[in-house]
T-cell receptor
Framework: EAGVAQSPRYKIIEKRQSVAFWCNPI?????LYWYQQILGQGPKLLIQ????????DSQLPKDRFSAERLKGVDSTLKIQPAKLEDSAVYLC???????????FGPGTRLTVL | DAKTTQPPSMDCAEGRAANLPCNHS???????VYWYRQIHSQGPQYIIH???NNETNEMASLIITEDRKSSTLILPHATLRDTAVYYC?????????????FGKGTRLSVIA
């Protein structure tokens, strides 16, 4: 079965610019997560969707980050404007509603200069 | 914050068993122990999980102490491809759909 797809794989921008990441979860997975992984640390949850509704966005910096999951399938994560400290790998994961296992995509590595 | 403590790094000789410890002394009765690993430049990958009984699958074995305050992940015959960061995660089972709270994990280096 196809895994979680993410694009782009790499992105370099200057601070104050905008950037968007795209995620296509595994077919049939109702739950979708975005994690941020700063170098040397474990991933940290930014937002969790179930179908097209937000379950948890308590750790999303809402002044600059936004995410949507229209139609309950694909999702986009946007940063506007970017700061230097946003340099990280952004990971998308999906799971079945009752699943034990989260499946992760390869991530998007963002560098903010 | 992560509810687990792991050594920052370990080495293992290729072909030998790799035993990765994890301390989770504040684990609650409804919380499971999960293990994920992250190979360089990839997303984390699920390995195994358990509640209180020992578990085994094609990738690894999970040994949980009787008081559930610690556990050990065992890779029986480590290969170079097992070099990765291994995360021990305590996760409550509510709907089965709770996010993962990662710590810094253990960086395992398998040496030829």
């Amino acid at each position: 079965e196809a895994g979680v797809a993410q694009s782009p794989r790499y992105k370099i921008i200057e601070k104050r610019q905008s950037v968007a990441f795209w995620c296509n979860p595994i077919s049939g997975h109702a739950t979708l997560y975005w994690y941020q992984q700063i170098l040397g640390q474990g991933p940290k949850l930014l937002i969790q969707f179930q179908n097209n509704g937000v379950v948890d966005d308590s750790q999303l910096p809402k002044d600059r980050f936004s995410a949507e999951r229209l139609k309950g399938v694909d999702s986009t994560l946007k940063i506007q404007p970017a700061k230097l400290e946003d340099s990280a790998v952004y990971l998308c994961a999906s799971s079945l509603v009752t699943g034990n296992e989260q499946f992760f995509g390869p991530g998007t590595r963002l560098t903010v200069l | 914050d992560a509810k687990t403590t792991q050594p920052p790094s370990m080495d293992c000789a290729e072909g030998r068993a790799a035993n990765l410890p994890c301390n989770h002394s504040t684990i609650s009765g409804n919380e499971y122990v999960y293990w994920y690993r992250q190979i360089h430049s990839q997303g984390p990958q699920y390995i195994i999980h358990g509640l209180k009984n020992n578990e085994t699958n094609e990738m690894a074995s999970l040994i949980i102490t009787e008081d559930r305050k610690s556990s050990t992940l065992i890779l029986p015959h480590a290969t170079l491809r097992d070099t990765a960061v291994y995360y021990c995660i305590v996760r409550p089972w509510i709907s089965g759909n709770t996010p993962l709270v990662f710590g810094k994990g253990t960086r395992l280096s398998v040496i030829a």
